[in-house]
T-cell receptor, first 114, second 109 residues
Framework: DAGVTQSPTHLIKTRGQQVTLRCSPKSGHDTVSWYQQALGQGPQFIFQYYEEEERQRGNFPDRFSGHQFPNYSSELNVNALLLGDSALYLC?????????????FGQGTRLTVV | GQNIDQPTEMTATEGAIVQINCTYQTSGFNGLFWYQQHAGEAPTFLSYNVLDGLEEKGRFSSFLSRSKGYSYLLLKELQMKDSASYLCAVKDSNYQLIWGAGTKLIIKP
């Protein structure tokens, strides 16, 4: 059973560019959440997708957008990259229903903006 | 606002016991999770508490007091591989995970 997979694992971009990160959830999961984790900090919630719609959003600007496909996989897009966007981007999948639905994380994409 | 507090860093000795505390103030409560995160890796699930009391799982135990907005993770018989960050997260009324910044645990021989 494949867990959560993310691609690419590492990425270097230039300020002002755009980037797309991808995530395939754990088999059987229908909800994908994206997090940004700066060095030495806990994960910060960006948004969550369920049934191909953005259901919840954290305190991130509109430069951060996403999409969920019918097979539950998801993309995170960041436009007009800033140096401060450099971080580990984590994707977590879970089941929408139920309380005891722990999130399973992918290995993350390390984004460096230069 | 919603807030979760954990100590930034703790140091303990191999073979000893350590308790990592977490206090929270959230909009609603639908469970508290502890995750372990080794440097450069994804967080992995350790424990879940939704009712008051102690949940034991091998060397790790987690305690919850909802009235006090407080939890702790207890690690016994510490091993060098336990050196990691420990993240406390609470599911709020919208079932959104609210994360603490994590506690970096350093194990010394």
């Amino acid at each position: 059973d494949a867990g959560v997979t993310q691609s690419p694992t590492h990425l270097i971009k230039t300020r002002g560019q755009q980037v797309t990160l991808r995530c395939s959830p754990k088999s059987g999961h229908d909800t994908v959440s994206w997090y940004q984790q700066a060095l030495g900090q806990g994960p910060q919630f960006i948004f969550q997708y369920y049934e191909e719609e953005e259901r919840q959003r954290g305190n991130f600007p509109d430069r951060f957008s996403g999409h969920q496909f019918p097979n539950y996989s998801s993309e995170l897009n960041v436009n007009a990259l800033l140096l401060g966007d450099s971080a580990l981007y984590l994707c977590a999948s879970s089941l929408q229903r139920g309380e005891r639905t722990e999130a399973f994380f992918g290995q993350g994409t390390r984004l460096t903006v230069v | 606002g919603q807030n979760i507090d954990q100590p930034t860093e703790m140091t303990a000795t191999e073979g000893a016991i350590v308790q990592i505390n977490c206090t929270y103030q959230t909009s609603g409560f639908n469970g508290l999770f502890w995750y372990q995160q080794h440097a450069g890796e994804a967080p992995t699930f350790l424990s879940y508490n939704v009712l008051d009391g102690l949940e034991e799982k091998g060397r790790f135990s987690s305690f919850l007091s909802r009235s006090k907005g407080y939890s702790y993770l207890l690690l016994k018989e510490l091993q060098m591989k336990d050196s990691a960050s420990y993240l406390c997260a609470v599911k709020d009324s919208n079932y959104q995970l609210i994360w603490g910044a994590g506690t970096k645990l350093i194990i010394k021989p």
